[in-house]
C-alpha cells in the first residue's frame, strides 16, 4: 500500500465561506502585526478568541497575513478535528457572524499514531485550509492528507478534545502542494466533547505476532500474493488482510501491517509496512522470515521469525498464521 501526499487547489465558485476548520502553527505568543483586515466584524474577530488564547498565531494565506484567533477540538470516530479561524468560534457549530471575505480557517486532522518509542500516541493525518484571495468572489480549498501513518504530535488528541478542557498546543499548518495556507504556533485550543469509540477485540490468526517499536500486535489477518511476474508477498496485517478481485495482490485497512515479497528464486528482496498508526516505508535490513514461503492451494501455514528495520522501527515476527493464498 503506497503512502500518498495529496496536495489539492480546488476553485469553488461562491460568495461566502461558512466552513469553520482548522490546523495551524505560529510562533509562540505574538500575533501578526501587519494583518488586513476589510471589515469591523473581522476586527472584533481578531481581538475575541474561543479556548482563550488571546493573541492567536500568524499565518499567511496566499501571501496575505491574518492571524488564527479561536481554536476548539472535537472527536469524530477515534479521530480529532481541531479547527482554528480567524474569527470567534464554539462549540455549537453555529454562528450569526456573517462570513467576510477576509476569513481563513482551516482544520488539523489528527489519529492514532505508533511513535518510535514504542507508545501509541497521536499524529497528523490531514491538513485543510479555506480562504478567498483578494479581489476573487470563489473561494479557495486547499488540502494535504497522508492515507497511511502520519506526523506525530505531542499532545494527547482525546485530553484535548474533552468537553471544557482548555489547553496550549503547537500548531504548525502547511496546506496544499504549494503550502498555500501557512502558520505556526502554540495556542489554546477549547474542548467541544470526547465520544471515543468501544475498543475493538484483538481478533488472533494462529497465535503469530509482529513487535514494532517494541509493541507487540496480534495478528489478525495474513494473505499470500502470487504475482504474474513469479515474485509472491506476503501480507501481515492487524486487521483483515483480503485479496484484491480480479488482481494478483492483497489489500487491508489494519492499523499496522507488514509486506514482505521474495523474487522467483525465493529469496527475500523487500519488506514494507504501514497501516493507519504507521507511514508507509521501506526496511534497511532484509532478516525477516516466513517458512514455508511458497504459497499454494487456497490456504496455507507459515511460521514467522526474524527482525527488520524500517525507517527508525525495529520489526520483529513470531509464532504461526494460517494465511489465505491470492492468485
Given at each position: ?9 480546488l ?23 501587519e ?22 498565531i ?23 478535528s ?29 489519529g ?18 479555506h ?27 482525546a485530553?484535548?478534545?474533552a ?46 505476532v ?28 492487524t486487521?483483515v ?6 488482481s ?72 504461526k ?7
Open positions: 500500500m503506497k503512502q500518498h501526499l495529496l496536495g489539492i487547489a476553485v469553488v465558485a461562491c460568495g461566502k465561506s461558512e466552513q469553520k476548520s482548522a490546523p495551524v502553527a505560529g510562533e509562540k505568543g505574538s500575533a501578526a502585526s494583518q488586513k483586515s476589510g471589515s469591523a466584524a473581522v476586527v472584533a474577530a481578531d481581538a475575541a478568541t474561543a479556548g482563550g488564547a488571546a493573541a492567536g500568524p499565518g499567511k494565506a496566499n501571501g496575505v497575513a491574518f492571524t488564527f484567533t479561536s481554536a476548539i477540538a472535537r472527536m469524530d470516530e477515534g479521530e480529532v481541531i479547527e482554528l479561524a480567524n474569527y470567534p468560534q464554539d462549540c455549537s457549530g453555529s454562528s450569526t457572524r456573517p462570513s467576510a471575505n477576509t476569513d481563513v480557517d482551516a482544520r488539523l486532522r489528527i492514532p499514531v505508533l511513535h518510535e518509542d514504542g507508545s501509541l500516541g497521536w499524529g497528523v493525518r490531514g491538513q485543510y485550509a480562504y478567498m484571495k483578494p479581489g476573487e468572489t470563489s473561494t479557495h480549498n486547499v488540502q494535504s492528507e497522508l492515507e497511511d501513518g502520519g506526523t506525530p504530535v505531542s499532545f494527547d488528541g485530553a484535548i478534545s468537553a471544557g478542557a482548555k489547553t496550549q498546543i503547537p500548531i504548525d499548518l502547511a496546506a496544499g502542494s504549494d503550502s498555500a495556507v501557512t502558520a505556526k504556533g502554540s495556542m489554546t485550543v477549547l474542548g467541544c466533547g470526547v465520544k471515543l469509540p468501544a475498543p475493538k477485540p484483538d481478533p488472533q490468526l494462529g497465535d503469530g509482529m513487535t514494532i517499536a517494541g509493541k507487540a500486535l496480534p495478528i489478525a489477518g495474513a494473505a499470500f500474493a502470487i504475482k504474474k511476474d513469479g515474485t509472491h508477498t506476503l501480507q501481515l496485517g486487521q488482510v483480503k485479496c484484491v478481485e480480479g494478483d495482490s492483497s489489500t487491508t485497512r489494519s492499523d499496522v501491517y507488514v509486506t514482505l515479497t521474495w523474487d522467483k528464486a525465493g529469496k527475500l528482496v523487500d519488506v514494507t509496512r504501514g497501516g493507519h498508526w504507521l507511514s508507509f516505508a521501506q526496511s534497511s535490513e532484509l532478516a525477516l522470515t516466513a517458512t514455508p514461503n511458497r504459497p499454494s492451494g487456497a490456504k496455507m501455514k507459515t511460521a514467522l521469525g526474524g527482525t527488520a528495520r524500517s525507517a527508525g522501527y525495529t520489526i520483529a515476527l513470531a509464532g498464521v494460517d494465511a489465505i493464498v491470492c492468485k
